[in-house]
């Protein structure tokens, strides 16, 4: 029971940390600090994808399915398994990959401008 909740839970902060890779920077558009953390973030899922490395948090559920006599994920991993076909179709795999390297890449420059922009604002005060 422990090795499921385990590998539930591990599931729950997979999917936010995907969630956060995509609208990551418009968080930092209100907290700018978050920004440091949303450029890892980005870095490791676009690498997980670009790279396949392996990720480690499909890792830790993975083993904790196993410990619970669950099957694990496919070899194919996290967003094939929950995302892929499910949220949008199989088909549309790369206009998604796109949507969120300009989702990311507006985000940065809006986070850009608007630091700019408070900075303007602190010159001219």
Not at 74 to 79: A, C, K, L, V
Request: aromatic letters at 18%; proline letters at 3%.
């Amino acid at each position: 029971m422990w090795y499921r909740l385990l590998a539930d839970a591990t599931a729950v902060v997979h999917f936010a940390f995907v969630i956060y890779v995509v609208v990551g920077g418009f968080i930092a558009w209100r907290w700018r600090w978050t920004i440091w953390l949303h450029i890892p973030a980005v870095a490791w899922g676009f690498s997980t994808v670009l790279f396949k490395v392996d990720c480690p948090l499909t890792e830790l559920e993975n083993w904790a399915r196993h410990k619970a006599g669950e099957a694990g994920l496919p070899s194919s991993g996290f967003i094939d398994h929950y995302i892929t076909g499910v949220l949008y179709p199989r088909s549309d795999l790369e206009l998604v990959r796109v949507l969120v390297v300009v989702c990311v890449v507006v985000s940065w420059f809006g986070f850009y401008w608007l630091l700019r922009r408070r900075q303007a604002m602190r010159r001219a005060t």
